[in-house]
């Protein structure tokens, strides 16, 4: 295996599947083909199986384990999304208030180094950074 020859892919270990499928095509955008089950696998940018999610409770008995639902905000990771420019966050961030998203940390922001962003907390406490490196 070499490193340039591979797709990555993010996944996402979730307590309830429908209440974060709905987040994140509903509410997000993401596009899927999931009707049902334990696994829902979503298109974005970088091709199909670049975001999935998968049951923890069938995770945990793959893997022999008991199932521990976590608590608050997922502090361990968080996923980007890179929009195009300054005023896509900006933008994106009005939508999203309109629809109870939770902000953890408040308005967009630019910092010194040339980012603008903000988080969203997804249904289960994960973190997703919306932000951009392009003023125009």
Not at 6 to 12: A, F, I, N, P, Y
Not at 75 to 95: G, H, K, N
Not at 116 to 129: K, S, T
Request: hydrophobic share 35%.
């Amino acid at each position: 295996m070499t490193g340039k020859d591979v797709k990555t892919g993010t996944g996402l270990l979730v307590g309830n599947i429908e209440n974060m499928v709905h987040f994140y095509r509903d509410i997000l955008g993401f596009q899927t083909q999931w009707n049902g089950g334990p696994f829902a696998d979503f298109k974005t940018a970088n091709g199909e199986l670049s975001l999935f999610m998968y049951s923890r409770e069938e995770f945990v008995k793959a893997i022999d384990e008991d199932y521990v639902p976590p608590k608050g905000i997922n502090q361990t990771f968080e996923i980007a999304l890179w929009l195009p420019s300054f005023a896509d966050v900006d933008s994106e961030y009005e939508r999203l208030s309109k629809l109870g998203v939770r902000f953890p940390a408040g308005e967009p922001v630019t910092y010194p180094f040339g980012i603008r962003n903000f988080y969203v907390a997804d249904p289960e406490g994960n973190l997703l950074e919306i932000g951009s490196t392009k003023k125009n």
